[in-house]
């Protein structure tokens, strides 16, 4: 047989996304092409959470067919509805002639004119999303998008769910558990383990270049500086820590500061508009307890997961649809503390062997989760260990095979009587 044609349409080349689409390109019974809506990450430009102009250095456009769709909105970009408007999208894809088309979001108008359009209604339409409701909302806002959203899921042979707060999100709104595949969330394992050894090396001269002790247990956050991520919610529970300690040390008639801060630091990694409040925050805590790395490209983030010994991510709201961090700190063997808001929590952690979960904003129930972490450094290198494991089965090889059952079974059931 042929291979199945699928198109994949998707906002602009993303440093997951790439090598995943190289995997899909390499399979026998399979071509595909990608149709993207706009070139943030190829060609550089300023990102404003991040405030500073970067593009990828990890290779986004080599290994699979793919264009650029002319996009003619005044102000590109995925910040707004308006801004992904490619008139000449579903021309292009009637031109390719797809067996299936893969959409990667739908809040956006090419994308919403795509789904309703006439022309392109014989052509079976699989969707991928990673949106939860593990910070529900009350009132009539959220049933009325729910409405919508289920007006919107009904144009899809299928939706493939990243996770299982996905799958709760997407049976929530009205899709019937038989259109729905799993195809986990993932990140470039192979990259980032053949990566480790070299990382370890160069993570333990880049902690002396900061001046952390070279002994300290090493809490990592690594992101954009911004109010959704919550850093300071970080930062608080990390300081009550601190000060507890520094009492707990005059007391005993201990030596103050120095000796216990020497036991664990906060290493902050990224960018944004939150850092000189996070800074003056930490006051003269900087430079001996809590340090500060801007922004680090993709190349760099072996070694900076290497850093650290446990990764933090205390988001909160729906903006972390998922925590691809989380994935890649894994493949570094290390553990990590999530939010509930987190969409990997009920997936990637599990309380005690992978990591834990706090509740979303609960800086106390944070600073529990840190204070179990730091009390026994060993276990965390086994817990690290576990969480290796645990990312194995959230590969792009698995997330391939989710995609080739679900395009098969999707042309299976058109042609059925």
Known sequence: MPPLRLAIVVSHPIQYYSPWFRDLASQSDLRIKVFYLWDF???????????????????????????????????????????????KLNDDLLGWRPDAILLIGYNYKSLLKLIFSPRLRRIPILFRGDSHELCPSIGWKPRL??????????????????????????????????????????????????????????????????????????????????????????LAAFLRILTEGSRESRVEGRATGDEKCATSVLLFVGSGH????????AGDRVGRDVFFSPFQNQLAMPKVYAAGD??????????????????????????AIVSSHVGCGPDLIEAGVTGWVFRAGDASDLEKCLREALSDPARLK????????????????????????????????????
Request: charged share 30%; aromatic share 8%; proline share 6%.
């Open 145 to 234: 998008s729910r409405f919508l959203r289920s007006l919107i899921f009904r144009r899809f042979d299928r939706v493939l769910a990243v996770g299982s707060a996905s799958v709760d999100y997407f049976r929530g709104s009205g899709v019937s558990h038989d259109k729905i595949s799993i195809v986990p969330h993932c990140i470039d394992n192979e990259r980032f383990r053949a990566a480790a050894p070299a990382a370890q090396e160069d993570a333990r001269l880049w902690k002396h270049e900061l001046g952390m002790p070279k002994e300290a247990t090493v809490i990592l956050f690594a992101g954009k500086l911004e109010e959704k991520k919550r850093p300071q919610d970080l």
């Open 310 to 335: 446990i990764l933090v991510l205390p988001s909160f709201g729906r903006s972390e649809t998922w925590g691809l961090a989380v994935n890649e700190a894994m493949n570094l063997a290390r553990p």
């Open 41 to 87: 990450g190829v060609t550089e430009k300023r990102d404003p959470t991040f405030g500073t102009s970067f593009k990828w250095d990890v290779p986004l456009m080599e290994g699979y067919e793919s264009t650029f769709v002319p996009n003619v909105a005044r102000d590109p970009g995925t910040h707004h509805f308006n801004g992904l408007d490619n008139p």
């Open 382 to 417: 086994r817990m690290g260990l576990a969480a290796r494991d645990k990312v194995n089965g959230f590969s792009y090889e698995v997330a391939t095979k989710g995609v080739v059952k679900a395009v098969r079974e999707v042309g299976e059931r058109r042609k059925a009587p």
């Open 274 to 281: 939150l850092e000189n409040d996070l800074r003056a925050m």
